[in-house]
């Protein structure tokens, strides 16, 4: 008999990925946590125990029973008595388990529970958490005493060094020497036998008679980012909306992938995506290439947890900073459209002071039909035919800054470099050098609502450059464009 604790929709498929593999003829048993499931996933929950139930018995319960205990010693006495008792209702014997795995997200009374029970527990590494101290995560007066309890046994990983626990990383965080687990290689080494097996859990067939079709694949992040951000959920939807209209380069279907804890409505996908299909949260993202229907063109996202990067042999693009800087996003947008503006005079491109991921996802995705792919820029010098976008140039603090103010000084060929100035500090004119203001452009791009310039909506991208062609060059860029889920439209309007 195999033991599984799961306190997540996601850790639920990388258990099921485990027993197929290694533990494909036996029977198990599921200890699922739905504290932090929606209405939709806990529906799914039981309709999943009534599908598995030829290998599975799941057991259904909440660590919302510890929530306001009065004192640690209480909330511990509760996790004992709570599980004893669960145990003892279903007839489980845990010494007898051949394996005992937990996975989870934040929340393990489970593992607290086997912990000081002295059981052999094997902690698996479903979401690349393990290395980070996320104990007292919860961070609230209602689970101080629960999280005192995770903390005393350990029962996130992080610092784990019982005896009788085993911790098994993700092969992508895993450093070397560390016990480490490939989910999607184990995903790979499922017959068709298991892979159609697990979309019926999952309440899909494995139909092999229709056309695959090709689609953008949109997966969204946790609501978690909404009270960080003092979003609402229009707020939280218009972010990727732009993100498709930053992003997406073609017109293919539209899959959206709710986070497991968001919920979508068919009514928003069509007000905000139009055409669209929404595939169940509580369904895996990396579980979608095994829907014959659906061929995966791009995939784009917000949380690099969410995205199945690498398998589906397409582009993938993950924009972090869409809920933090919207600026940065559309200002290198802007600034990328002048690039492509400038060739094929122009083919050298450096990046400063910007997310690699960022800029490179711009390039490879939207823009490659321009070729555009830039390195980071060191400063020291501004070659002849180059374009840098600098945002932060203090990157590596003030020797960046006095390298930048350098090459800038001793600049003479026809080098542009462009300022995104995200935090509209108007550090691009350093102080002492303020001739440097002859040699920019301001351009300024206008949001355009019902026809009318909305002056309230506006960004700007600050252009250097000493070479009169060039500078006369870019005063005749000319730029509008509509961005379709938005539904707004950016025109660039110099001189105003």
Request: proline share 2%.
């Amino acid at each position: 008999m195999i033991i599984y604790h799961i306190g997540h929709l996601g850790a639920l498929a990388k258990a099921l990925l485990i027993h197929f593999n290694y533990h494909q003829n036996e029977k198990c048993i599921i200890f699922a946590d739905e504290i932090i499931f929606n209405d939709d996933g806990k529906i799914f929950l039981r309709k999943f125990a009534q599908r598995a139930s030829d290998f599975a018995n799941t057991i259904i319960y909440s660590d919302r029973e510890f929530i306001d205990e009065n004192s640690e010693q209480c909330a511990e006495t509760h996790i004992k008595s709570f599980f004893d008792d669960l145990i003892k209702r279903n007839n489980v014997n845990l010494n007898d388990a051949e394996k005992i795995y937990t996975l989870f997200d934040t929340f393990n009374a489970f593992g607290a529970y086997a912990l000081m029970n002295n059981l052999p527990l094997t902690f698996i590494d479903a979401f690349g958490m393990f290395s980070r101290d996320r104990y007292n995560i919860n961070a609230t007066e209602h689970w101080k005493y629960y999280d005192k309890v995770i903390e005393k046994y350990k029962a996130l990983a992080y610092g784990c060094k019982a005896d009788n626990c085993k911790v098994i990383y993700k092969s992508s965080d895993s450093q070397a020497g560390r016990p480490s687990i490939d989910f999607n290689k184990l995903k790979l080494n499922l017959s068709n036998k298991f892979k159609k097996l697990l979309l019926s859990l999952y309440g899909f067939e494995y139909a092999t008679d229709k056309r695959p079709e090709l689609c953008n694949l949109l997966v969204f992040s946790s609501y978690w980012i909404c009270g960080e951000k003092k979003f609402n959920k229009k707020d939280y939807l218009y972010c990727y909306q732009l993100l498709l209209d930053l992003f997406c380069n073609s017109s293919h279907t539209l899959l959206l992938k709710p986070h497991p804890n968001a919920l979508i409505t068919a009514q928003e996908a069509a007000e905000y995506f139009g055409k669209s299909f929404i595939i169940p949260g509580y369904f895996p993202s990396e579980f979608i290439d095994l829907l014959p229907q659906y061929q995966i063109d791009n995939i784009m996202g917000t949380s690099s947890s969410g995205i199945p990067t690498g398998i589906y042999g397409c582009k993938y693009f993950i924009s972090f900073e869409l809920f933090y800087c919207e600026k940065v996003c559309l200002r290198l947008f802007f600034a990328m459209r002048l690039e492509c503006f400038l060739q094929p005079d122009y083919n050298k491109y450096y990046h400063h002071g910007m997310h690699n991921k960022l800029i490179w996802g711009m390039q490879d995705n939207k823009f490659a039909s321009h070729k555009l792919h830039s390195v980071w820029a060191n400063l020291n010098v501004f070659e002849p035919d180059s374009i840098t976008i600098i945002d932060n140039y203090l990157w590596n603090g003030t020797a960046d800054k006095d390298k930048l103010i350098k090459s800038m000084e001793n600049l003479n060929n026809n080098a542009v470099i462009i300022f995104l100035d995200s935090a509209d500090k108007k550090n691009f004119i350093f102080e002492g050098f303020e001739h440097f203001s002859n040699y920019f452009i301001t351009l300024k791009f206008f949001r355009v609502t019902d026809g009318k310039i909305n002056r309230n909506n506006i960004e700007k991208i600050h252009v250097f450059c000493k070479d009169p062609d060039t500078v006369q060059t870019i005063k005749n860029f000319r730029y509008s464009e509509y961005f379709n889920y938005t539904n707004q439209t950016y025109k660039l309007i110099q001189n105003m």
